[in-house]
C-alpha cells in the first residue's frame, strides 16, 4: 500500500523545504478551479499553460510573448484586461486550441510552482480523477514518494480540495483519514460542494454552474504535466512509457 503524503494547507506547503519533494510524484488539487480550468483547457486543445504566482509576473510574461493568452482571477474574479478568468466552461476549442495561456490565479497556480522541484507534478481534479489514480499506483509501484497538494482557500484549509484527495486516497489507501472524510459525504457529494467556502462564493458571483460542471468525473483522463521550462502540457502516462531492461 503507497504512503500518501498529504499537504492540506498554503501556509504547510510554504513550510516544506522544497527539496523534500525532488523524487516525488506530486499531485497538486484546485478543484473550485484552477486545476479544472487546466484540465479543460488541454483537453480543448490548447497549446500549454503557463502558471505563475503574481498579477504582475502574467503580465511580464504577456509581454514577452504577446500572442499568450492572459487567463486567472483573484478572489475569484477575472482581471481587467484579461482575455480569459477562472471558470472551466470559458475554456471551449474555439477560444484556447493551440493557444498559450498564461495562468494566475488566488491559489491553484501558487501550489502548482510551490512543488515545481518535484520529479513530475500533476494537476488533478473530478475531471480525470480515475486516471490521476492509477498514475499514483504506478508511480507508488516504482518507489516514487507521493504528495497530494490541497491548495487551499486564501491562507486556509479547502474542503473541497480535500474531498478530491479523499476519493483518490479511497483507492489507494482507504485506511487514510481524508479517505474516510470523502466516504463520509460521498453520497451526496453536489450538496456538500455547496456548503463549502468557494462555493459558496461562486454563487455570490453568480457562477453556481462551475460547481456542477467541477464535479463531473473523468470526462477528461488525461494527466496535465509540469514541465521543466514551468510549462504545463498533457503528460504521456507512466504505464505507457518504454521500460529500460535491468
Not at 86 to 115: D, K, Q
Not at 129 to 157: H, M, N, R
Not at 225 to 243: E, H, K, W, Y
Request: hydrophobic fraction near 45%; glycine fraction near 8%.
Amino acid at each position: 500500500m503507497p504512503t500518501l503524503n498529504l499537504i492540506y494547507t498554503p501556509g504547510q506547503l510554504r513550510n516544506t523545504d522544497p527539496t523534500s519533494f525532488a523524487d516525488a510524484t506530486c499531485v497538486v488539487i484546485d478543484v473550485l478551479r484552477a486545476t479544472s480550468v487546466i484540465i479543460a483547457g488541454l483537453a480543448a486543445g490548447a497549446a500549454a499553460f503557463h502558471p505563475v504566482r503574481t498579477i504582475e509576473d502574467a503580465q511580464a510574461t504577456h509581454a514577452e510573448h504577446p500572442t499568450w493568452l492572459l487567463a486567472g482571477e483573484r478572489d475569484g474574479v477575472a482581471r481587467p484586461g484579461f482575455h480569459l478568468g477562472n471558470s472551466p466552461r470559458e475554456y471551449t476549442g474555439e477560444r484556447v486550441a493551440g493557444r498559450h495561456i498564461i495562468h494566475t490565479t488566488t491559489n491553484g497556480t501558487v501550489a502548482l510552482r510551490g512543488c515545481a522541484q518535484a520529479r513530475r507534478v500533476i494537476a488533478a481534479a473530478f475531471f480525470n480523477l480515475s486516471a490521476v489514480i492509477e498514475e499514483l499506483a504506478v508511480a507508488a509501484g516504482d518507489d516514487s514518494p507521493l504528495y497530494i497538494i490541497c491548495s487551499g482557500t486564501g491562507k486556509t484549509f479547502s474542503h473541497e480540495d480535500a474531498i478530491v484527495a479523499g476519493a483518490i486516497a479511497n483507492e489507494l489507501d482507504p485506511g487514510h483519514p481524508v479517505a474516510c472524510i470523502y466516504r463520509s459525504v460521498a453520497h451526496d457529494l453536489p450538496r456538500y460542494f455547496r456548503t463549502t467556502h468557494n462555493a459558496r462564493s461562486l454563487v455570490r458571483l453568480n457562477m453556481e454552474a462551475d460547481i456542477d460542471f467541477c464535479l463531473r468525473r473523468d470526462i477528461w483522463p488525461i494527466l496535465p504535466t509540469l514541465q521543466r521550462d514551468g510549462s504545463i502540457v498533457i503528460g504521456q502516462p507512466l504505464a505507457a512509457a518504454p521500460r529500460v531492461a535491468a
